[in-house]
């Protein structure tokens, strides 16, 4: 059986379910003469005739049934294993370790770590929350691969130097107001209209929150500090005043909160990046990609 090769397995199954050289060799792209040879070599191999040629093409004698039958699950199999291979060839393996600010984590970060999961089964995923400064010194020290950081536009208010930076949301900044707010039936309101309003903001070990009041309003009354957004939108639920809320955690929101946009024509406005080390490894890469697929379907 050491002469029966694979050209010979698709040969002898083609000519089985065409009755015919002629159809085989058009159908493989083999002149009519390759296929003949073929089929001489596989028969000397098992030795037994495989075909009866007849006047009009050829007819599988008992032999050949049997010889094409598993002719045809050999080369099914292969076909298979090669998939196979080549499906664990795109899978990504190994470890990445992923940061992300809390208005990431609220929805964009959970939903592409469900895709990621999906696409790559074997991929071990480690997940850290943190401050845009606290992420971004994790990854430089190389305790992270990739950080989901909010920078504002204009100056550059954190250091991304030798980092890839890729944006995945040109993410407006909206209000969360209690429900039964005056402006809560409005889909958009003037930055202005937000200046007598009492808000809840984001305490951070340096106090300099990164959502605090709307960025242009000029000593806005801070009511209330929390860190996490849970407690920001339940003091909003309950009445205590207002807080911002990006617009990729606006799904986050509880069913008490309404969330509107903000007209301001003075702000200049905020992206969520995915920012890593230059180099990228293959799991790293697998993150943002995830990542840039949830994010288009938050746009």
Request: proline share 5%.
């Amino acid at each position: 059986m050491t002469d029966v090769t694979l050209v010979g397995l698709r040969v002898v199954r083609e000519v089985a379910a065409t009755g015919s050289f002629s159809e085989a060799a058009a159908s493989l792209g083999y002149t009519q003469s390759a296929v003949s040879r073929q089929v001489k070599v596989v028969e000397s191999a098992v030795g037994a005739a495989l075909f009866e040629r007849k006047a009009r093409g050829v007819t599988p004698t008992e032999a050949g049934v049997a010889f094409a039958r598993h002719a045809a699950d050999v080369l099914s199999s292969l076909d298979a294993a090669v998939r196979e291979v080549g499906a664990l060839r795109r899978h990504v393996t190994g470890r990445v370790t992923f940061g992300a600010i809390p208005a990431a984590a609220a929805s964009l970060v959970p939903r592409a770590l469900a895709r990621l999961a999906a696409e790559h089964p074997r991929l071990t995923v480690d997940f850290v929350e943190d401050s845009t400064p606290g992420l971004l010194r994790r990854l430089r020290s190389n305790r992270l691969d990739i950080a989901v950081v909010g920078v504002c536009a204009g100056p550059q208010e954190h250091d991304l130097d030798g980092l890839r930076q890729e944006t995945l949301l040109e993410d407006d900044l909206r209000v969360a107001l209690p429900r039964r707010h005056p402006l809560a039936t409005r889909s958009l309101v003037r930055a202005d209209e937000l200046r007598h309003e009492n808000w809840i903001v984001e305490s951070t070990a340096d106090g300099s929150p990164s959502y605090g009041a709307w960025p242009t309003l000029v000593q806005p009354a801070i009511a209330h500090q929390a860190r996490a957004w849970s407690t920001r939108l339940g003091m909003v639920a309950a009445g205590l005043g207002v807080c911002l809320l990006p617009g990729m955690a606006v799904p986050s929101a509880p069913a008490d909160v309404r969330v509107v946009r903000v007209e301001d024509r003075h702000w200049q406005g905020r992206a969520t990046l995915a920012v890593t080390k230059e180099q990228r490894s293959a799991e790293t890469g697998a993150a943002v990609a995830a990542l840039r697929e949830q994010a288009a379907e938050l746009r």
